[in-house]
């Protein structure tokens, strides 16, 4: 079948035309006169006949309305002619806005598990005891009245006010804490209360870019918890908490942490809890002013310490009884030897379990129980998420003379 021009117009602008609100093929007029450069568009019949002459100079912008010739109705079983079937296009799916998350409805939802953390460090001094006052926040992880929080937030307090958000107050007792991974258990009477489970092995399967919420006792404000909103910047992060502890595993966020914040939730847009907000960066190493660099303990990691604050009263870490360092590809290169990537045994602790398995100084060790190890923190984060006390490891260790594979039985850390 042969289309006029008219038909073929309505045809290639038949999406354009339907929505603008002008009926594409099929009669109408137009709602806007036709401009320079636009081709006219009229009511156009199709048939089988030859089109008939488009005039556009008799075109008006409200055309007299059009008498049609009145026909007899067909069967309902008369199939149409091919010849006046038209295909219109179907106008393009429209895009969706994107939908921010209802931050309102999740904060409502995990607000009753924050508490409020107040503890009194009580110095006693030559003209007598003085009294030091901190704030930090906790999250009930248990309706039987247990609180997580880091452990420098009650660390060396005599008294510590744990208050709900509905305004209620108790002394709360350490369960435990523990200074490597700077977590600790309070207990508050009573049960039955909101709780943030930590989620059991399974954790969170959180990406960067996720969003994230912080609530916590910002400055000690009056009037309740402070919201902030962010996303994951990364994940895996390592920081020297105080020196000679590094936390590992930590979750990177641009969440606003402040002075109070501390121990308090980091939750995803469905309220679970995903972190424990530990430390912020103000500074870079060259003194310059940061922005936007938060750090949460992964809530699998607060879960394994967890359990043994609330069951011993603290952590057992593994333990090889070594001091390390990580082996620089150019000093290594410098003295001429064979391997990049490693790390240094610099000296080993007197009937520590190394020196039991017959470790050595300069030895370089560059696997454990199979685990390829690059850095120190590798190996570090083995010792306190894969391995235990008293487990058997290979450790396969680099000597001038060759390589040599020997059997660690792991202690325990000493606790400080």
Not at 281 to 296: D, H, N, P
């Amino acid at each position: 079948m042969r289309l006029g021009r008219r038909a073929k117009l309505c045809l290639t602008t038949g999406a354009t035309l339907i929505s603008l609100g002008v009926l594409a093929c099929g009669g109408g007029t137009p709602t806007q006169p036709p401009t320079q450069n636009e081709a006219p568009t009229a009511t156009v019949t199709v048939t089988s006949a030859p089109p008939p002459t488009l005039r556009p100079t008799a075109i008006a912008t409200n055309p007299p309305p059009v008498s049609r010739p009145t026909s007899t109705p067909l069967p309902l079983d008369t199939p149409f002619p091919t010849e006046t079937s038209i295909p219109i296009a179907v106008p393009p799916t429209p895009i969706l806005l994107l939908q921010l998350p209802n931050v309102a409805d999740t904060v409502e939802k995990a607000r009753p598990a924050v508490v409020s953390i107040v503890t009194e460090v009580i110095i006693r001094g030559f003209f007598g005891p003085t009294s030091n006052f901190g704030s930090g926040t906790g999250v009930i992880f248990d309706p039987d009245g247990l609180v997580l929080t880091n452990n420098h937030v009650i660390s060396g307090a005599e008294n510590i006010t744990v208050t709900l958000d509905d305004g209620r107050q108790f002394q709360a007792e350490v369960v435990g804490a523990d200074i490597l991974s700077d977590l600790a258990v309070l207990r508050i009477p009573g049960d039955a209360y909101t709780a943030l489970p930590l989620g059991g092995e399974e954790g969170r399967d959180i990406r960067v870019g996720d969003w994230v919420i912080a609530i916590g006792n910002t400055l000690a404000l009056p009037g309740g918890p402070t919201v902030t909103v962010g996303v994951v910047s990364a994940l895996g992060r390592s920081i020297e908490s105080t020196p000679g502890v590094t936390l590992y595993d930590l979750i990177q966020t641009d969440t606003v942490i402040n002075p109070g914040n501390s121990g308090g939730p980091l939750i995803d847009i469905q309220g679970s809890l995903v972190g424990i907000n530990t430390a912020v960066q103000r500074l870079s190493a060259s003194g310059l002013v940061v922005e936007g660099i938060g750090f949460a303990i992964d809530v699998d990691t607060a879960f394994q310490v967890t359990q043994q604050l609330v069951e011993l009263g603290f952590v057992r870490w593994a333990w090889m009884g070594v001091i390390l360092a990580d082996l620089i590809p150019e000093l290594a290169a410098e003295v001429g030897l064979s391997i990049r990537e490693g790390v240094v045994i610099q000296n080993t602790i007197i009937n520590g379990p190394a020196a039991r398995a017959g470790i050595q100084p300069n030895d370089i060790i560059v696997s454990a129980d199979g685990h390829k190890l690059t850095t120190v923190a590798d190996l570090t984060r083995l010792l306190k998420q894969e391995f235990t006390v008293d487990q058997e490891i290979a450790i396969e260790i680099f000597r001038e003379d060759g390589n040599k594979t020997v059997t660690l039985v792991l202690g325990e850390r000493p606790r400080r």
